[in-house]
């Protein structure tokens, strides 16, 4: 089942429509990882995988099973197994902690690699005599038997890269055992056993740490920059604090000595600038620490580290080359000379000789660049029709919750039931080259993010002084301000002007009497009651009557054209009624009442009195 519908679905589509017709690759280019991590790891993850289509970009769900046989292709299988080995050389199985001002987030970047090469394994699995996609579909209990499902679990309990949990060894050979299948049969890779050492990295200088060590006490005896250390052992805790246990073999390739200060709390761009020295700028300054970002904004987060001072490479104090001097001119006094005439030099004669050296840092600042061609106008165009009767769309913006009230709430899609998930998923995951469906006529009134009222349990105090009269249960109030009037309040809080009255006594019929900074009731709490009476005898009770019908019995009343025909729940129009007022009485939006009832104009002015309607 697909997960709860956000924006970031829509995003990532369209960036898959960018990327089509590139070659693939694990990431698109060197740019598309920070430079906390290492160099070669990330030129490894960018190399482009000729052999393989660019069709194992997309989840596996998505891949048509007549492209299996295009993809699947001992070519590609060789050249992701060609790029794994590559990358795990130069990535290791570490991780590296990535900061930013906002988060702090692990990331193991040979998993990136490991994803795809899952990605096709799963994508290709064969069994039963043909691939295994379309014959996993639509499981049921006699396929959990079968070859394919077999080869399924190996995988993913050998390749754990699915977001679902895996069998553990246990319960695969319990289920074996439930088949009739030997336990033997489609065995798994052997776990690591515990205490197995890690392997020891390729290093050309190195020190072994000490029980105890940290990575920033390493840091600080070496006279390195603390992320620049972790940059080149991936494999070490990524927080300064932990302490490591001896033994570790900590490479200081690519890790030059500099002068180093520790980061405090309050530290900024411009009092690092001014520590390292006379003649350095942002940029400088920037380019011997990366990891502090832009304008600085992740020293926040880095204080307790080490940085560099000066030019990695150097461990004394930054000075800029200037120009030699001038000489010193001296005048002797001479005799009066006697001119004799010579031939003009033909090139000019100096007797200064002026050099000017610029020194700037190493490491340069990396700029991610994009080079994919965008799609035309009409692959974005018909991707957002697709997409354009999801519900959901901005459930993870600050749309979603614009001028809600202090107790209204917009359902989110993760409020909704996994059958109503499952009804949306055509609209809001639709294929790629898919067909645009027209506007949903079948789904649910339930299913629809509508925004309901929460309602306390009986009355609440009230926020400001009151008038005589107004009854204990009283659930909801207004402070009336300077302009307010009777009839901004009953607009607002969608109650009648004899209801308002009855809830507030002490206002006279024409509504001369409010009282700004004064709190009035404009709703009382109704004790539930499964008994429904025909009349509302006192302000502490309220029902309704609501007359529904299943489509087994057909509608209570003559309908018109376009009205669904699943319907099961039924609305009688009476004088007075709404598309507003009887949408907001079932709970569900306007624009959900018209799609059910389809002869309704977009102004509602042709609701029949005594028709049936259709509400859910």
């Known amino acids: 089942m697909a997960s709860p519908v956000s924006i970031a679905m829509l995003l990532y589509t369209l960036f898959t429509l960018f990327t089509l017709g590139c070659s693939l690759s694990v990431i698109p280019g060197t740019g598309y990882l920070p430079a906390i991590v290492r160099a070669a790891c990330r030129s490894a993850l960018s190399e482009t995988i000729a052999a393989c289509s660019d069709e194992l970009q997309y989840p596996e769900e998505w891949i048509p099973s007549t492209s299996l046989k295009d993809i699947c292709t001992t070519g590609c299988q060789a050249g992701l197994a060609s790029m794994y080995s590559k990358a795990l050389s130069a990535c290791g199985t570490g991780s590296v902690n990535i900061t930013t001002n906002v988060t702090s987030e692990i990331l193991v970047p040979i998993n990136l690699a490991a994803e795809l090469v899952y990605r096709y394994n799963i994508t290709c699995l064969q069994g039963d005599g043909g691939f295994c996609k379309e014959k996993l579909q639509n499981m049921t ?334 659930n909801k109030w207004h402070v009336v301000k300077t302009g307010d009037t009777c009839s901004t309040l009953e607009s607002k809080y969608k109650i009648s002007h004899t209801l308002f009255r009855q809830y507030n006594p002490v206002i006279n019929d024409a509504c001369s009497n409010l009282i700004v900074d004064f709190a009035y009731c404009v709703r009382i709490w109704v004790e539930p009651s499964t008994t429904l009476s025909p009349t509302a005898t006192s302000l502490s009770t309220r029902t309704s009557v609501v007359s529904t019908t299943s489509t087994s019995s057909g509608p209570p009343g003559p309908t018109q054209s376009g009205t669904s025909p699943t319907c099961t729940k039924w609305h009688i129009d009476k004088q007075g009624d709404t598309c507003d007022s009887i949408a907001a009485q079932y709970n569900i939006i306007v624009s959900r009442f018209r799609q059910l009832n389809r002869s309704v104009n977009s102004a509602c002015s042709n609701l029949v009195v005594g028709n049936a309607y259709c509400v859910g």
């Open 141 to 474: 209990a006699e396929k959990l038997c079968s070859d394919c499902y077999m080869k399924k679990t190996v995988l993913e309990i050998d390749e754990p890269m699915d977001t679902s949990d895996p069998y553990s060894p246990e319960e695969f050979n319990s289920l074996k055992q439930s088949c009739g299948i030997p336990t033997t049969s489609y065995p798994i890779k052997p776990t690591t056993p515990a205490g197995t050492p890690p392997p020891t990295p390729t290093c050309t200088t190195k020190i072994t740490a000490k029980a105890g060590d940290t990575i920033n006490s390493i840091a600080k005896s070496n006279s390195v920059s603390t992320d620049r250390l972790l940059v080149g052992n991936s494999d070490l805790p990524p927080t300064i604090t932990d302490t490591l246990a001896g033994g570790e073999i900590i490479c200081l390739d690519n890790v030059p000595k500099c002068m180093i200060r520790q980061v405090v709390a309050g530290d900024t761009c411009e009092s690092l600038i001014t520590a390292s020295g006379k003649g350095v700028d942002i940029m400088m300054f920037r380019s011997w620490n990366p990891s502090v970002g832009r304008d600085c904004k992740n020293l926040p987060s880095m204080v307790g580290k080490y940085v560099c001072v000066s030019p990695p490479g150097t461990t004394a104090p930054f000075k800029p080359v200037e120009g030699t001097p001038k000489p010193t001119i001296t005048t002797i006094s001479t005799p009066e000379p006697t001119h004799n005439w010579g031939t003009v030099p033909n090139t000019m004669i100096s007797s200064m000789n002026m050099t000017t050296t610029w020194i700037f840092p190493t490491d340069p600042l990396e700029i991610i660049t994009a080079t994919a061609t965008p799609p035309p106008n009409s692959a974005i165009s018909s991707m957002l029709a697709r997409v354009s009767h999801c519900p959901f769309l901005k459930e993870n913006s600050d749309e979603w919750t614009k001028d809600l009230a202090p107790d209204e709430y917009h359902l989110h899609s993760w409020d909704l039931s996994e059958e109503c998930i499952e009804s949306w998923d055509p609209y809001c995951f639709p294929a790629p080259t898919g067909p645009i469906l027209p506007s949903p006529t079948n789904i649910a009134s339930s299913c629809y993010p509508t925004i309901s009222t929460v309602i306390p349990d009986g009355g609440i105090p009230a926020p400001g002084p009151i008038q005589t009269g107004v009854p204990d249960n009283c």
